[in-house]
């Protein structure tokens, strides 16, 4: 991992996520393997991410290595909350090439209202996310 535990400030779960703030500013998002998301897992998710932030906005650092399943309708309300969503810029991290395709696409057709990236490791990721508080 890219950090220790003990830089961990706060962690929330959900039924499909794990959601950590960490000490350098990052919220860390980890799908849970197998996740199905629909539109009210989707909410629980936003809701639990709202909470973790208390209404600060963080870049995010995404687990893009487990696939996951989202549904149509769940992808519009990805797209409806993003204006209120608190983060600055969120990167994907995955070495898997499919993943990045399917990612890379989903950029393209929904183009994002914040900086977005895709990495093949934590380190850049992390990296490029700092630049984005500054």
Known sequence: MFYQE??????IKTSTTRMRLLKNGIIHYTYLPKA????????ENYHALVELAAGKNYPL???????IN??????AKVRELE????TLAKAFV??????????????KVNKPTIPNRIFSNY?????WL?????
């Not at 650092?61 to 696939?67: F, K, M, R, W, Y």
């Not at 380190?123 to 990296?127: C, D, K, M, R």
């Open 123 to 127: 380190e850049e990721a992390v990296e």
């Open 70 to 75: 989202i549904t149509a309708e769940a992808r």
């Open 36 to 43: 199905q998301i629909d539109v009210a897992e989707h909410m």
């Open 94 to 107: 995955t070495k898997s090439l499919g993943h990045k395709l399917l990612i890379s696409f989903f950029f």
């Open 6 to 11: 003990e830089d961990i400030i706060r962690e």
């Open 83 to 86: 204006p209120v969503t608190p």
């Open 61 to 67: 650092i995404i687990d893009a290595s487990e696939l």
């Open 130 to 134: 700092l630049q984005t508080q500054q």
